[in-house]
Structures are given as structure tokens and as C-alpha cells.
């Protein structure tokens, strides 16, 4: 799936640069609805992938199955209500719309046909976003699962998972070069998110098409 034929390079591209900017912009959407002006000032409220893209993690998904980009900062203290539970609702978002451009891209493939032209870019836009969603909600900090988790524990938990952050990209490092974050993604939450999104985008193309 991850050559470098040409033909599968032009393919790949858009369907990181839709994955990686709409996880993006679900959480400054999620943060300003919430409350938090920070990420509208920053310039992230947009769907514009040159505002999201972090060099690093988009070489990664271009030659691996995991990548990221640049994180949205938010400040938890404009939130409306529970801070705690605040952020574990922005992070959140940005794995469900992975999840959700998923779906869509099942269907697309349903409408457009399996030999169509477009098959290969949908193809791709659905292994992409299933790889950002699964790899995204593992708990390993900075990633959105760790904040996920954190709005789950008690506080005091809550809190001790808060402090690894400042950690976060060496642990993150280690887990990938190691291959621990590999060894989690796939046979849990990859095969998890494969298990709801392809039935559920073959009944929605199947009852649409």
C-alpha cells in the first residue's frame, strides 16, 4: 500500500491533506464552540492545510501509516462548563472527523465505482484517516487519546497524566521508533475503527447508490 510508484504518491497527497486538515480544524471548531477564541486568533479556524501541516509528520504519512500535524493550542480556562471534560471533547473531535471522512470515503467508492479513476485517492483517503484516527487516540501523551483518557480518570489520575506532557514528544518518539506505538495501533484500535467504518460506509453506499 505505501510504495513510491508516482501513480500512488499523486494519490496519497490529497487524502493526507484532507486527513491531517479537517482533524485539525474539528478541533479548533470544537475548542471555539466551546468557548476558546485561542484558535480562531491563531489562525486555525480554517480548513486551509498550509495552517495545519507540520513538515515532520506529513514526511511520515507520506512514507509511513502514522503522521500528525501541527497541534491546535487552546486555553482551557475560556471553556463554558468543566474544563476537564472541555478538553476531552476537543480532542475527541479531531479522531471522530477522521472517522467521519472515513465513512464518507466508503461511500464515495460505492457512487464513483471500484474501478473508477478517483478509487485510488478514496482508497487512500480512507487507509489515511483510519491510520490518523487509530494512531490519534492512542494514550500516549501529547496524542488526543491521552487528553481522551484524562477527561475519563478521576482528577487526581487525570492530573498525573497531564504532567507527562511536557515529555509527551520524547515518549511519542520512543513508542515510534521503538514500534510500541505500531505494536498498540494495529491490532487494537486499527482493527477496531475498520471493524465500524467499512460496514458502516457499505450500508450508507449501498442505501444511497
Given at each position: 500500500?505505501?510504495?513510491?510508484?508516482?501513480?500512488?504518491?499523486?494519490?496519497?497527497?490529497p487524502?493526507?491533506?484532507?486527513?491531517?486538515?479537517?482533524?485539525?480544524?474539528?478541533?479548533?471548531?470544537?475548542?471555539?464552540?466551546?468557548?476558546?477564541?485561542?484558535?480562531?486568533?491563531?489562525?486555525?479556524?480554517?480548513?486551509?492545510?498550509?495552517?495545519?501541516?507540520?513538515?515532520?509528520?506529513?514526511?511520515?504519512?507520506?512514507?509511513?501509516?502514522?503522521?500528525?500535524?501541527?497541534?491546535?493550542h487552546?486555553?482551557?480556562?475560556?471553556?463554558?462548563?468543566d474544563?476537564?471534560?472541555g478538553?476531552?471533547?476537543?480532542?475527541?473531535?479531531?479522531?471522530?472527523?477522521?472517522?467521519?471522512?472515513?465513512?464518507?470515503?466508503?461511500?464515495?467508492?460505492?457512487?464513483?465505482?471500484?474501478?473508477?479513476?478517483?478509487?485510488?485517492?478514496?482508497?487512500?483517503?480512507?487507509?489515511?484517516?483510519?491510520?490518523?484516527?487509530?494512531?490519534?487516540?492512542?494514550?500516549?501523551?501529547p496524542?488526543?487519546?491521552?487528553?481522551?483518557?484524562?477527561?475519563?480518570?478521576?482528577?487526581?489520575?487525570?492530573?498525573?497524566?497531564?504532567?507527562?506532557?511536557?515529555?509527551?514528544?520524547?515518549?511519542?518518539?520512543?513508542?515510534?521508533?521503538?514500534?510500541?506505538?505500531?505494536?498498540?495501533?494495529?491490532?487494537?484500535?486499527?482493527?477496531?475503527?475498520?471493524?465500524?467504518?467499512?460496514?458502516?460506509?457499505?450500508?450508507?453506499?449501498?442505501?444511497?447508490?
Open positions: 500500500m505505501f510504495d513510491f510508484s508516482l501513480a500512488t504518491f499523486v494519490a496519497r497527497v487524502a493526507i491533506l484532507i486527513g491531517l486538515a479537517l482533524h485539525e480544524y474539528a478541533h479548533a471548531k470544537a475548542a471555539s464552540l466551546l468557548g476558546d477564541p485561542t484558535p480562531r486568533l491563531e489562525g486555525r479556524l480554517t480548513i486551509n492545510p498550509l495552517a495545519h501541516l507540520d513538515l515532520i509528520g506529513t514526511i511520515m504519512l507520506l512514507i509511513a501509516p502514522i503522521g500528525w500535524a501541527k497541534p491546535v487552546v486555553n482551557p480556562g475560556h471553556f463554558r462548563g474544563r476537564k471534560r478538553m476531552m471533547l476537543v480532542s475527541l473531535a479531531g479522531p471522530l472527523m477522521n472517522v467521519l471522512i472515513a465513512v464518507l470515503a466508503v461511500v464515495l467508492i460505492h457512487g464513483f465505482g471500484r474501478n473508477s479513476e478517483m478509487n485510488m485517492i478514496l482508497q487512500y483517503l480512507l487507509v489515511i484517516n483510519v491510520s490518523l484516527a487509530a494512531f490519534n487516540i492512542l494514550p500516549i501523551p496524542l488526543d487519546g491521552s487528553k481522551i483518557l484524562a477527561g475519563i480518570l478521576p482528577y487526581r489520575q487525570a492530573g498525573w497524566l497531564y504532567s507527562l506532557e511536557q515529555y509527551g514528544p520524547i515518549i511519542l518518539m520512543v513508542a515510534i521508533v521503538t514500534g510500541l506505538a505500531q505494536k498498540l495501533l494495529q491490532p487494537v484500535w486499527y482493527g477496531l475503527l475498520w471493524g465500524f467504518v467499512s460496514p458502516v460506509g457499505n450500508l450508507l453506499g449501498t442505501v444511497i447508490f
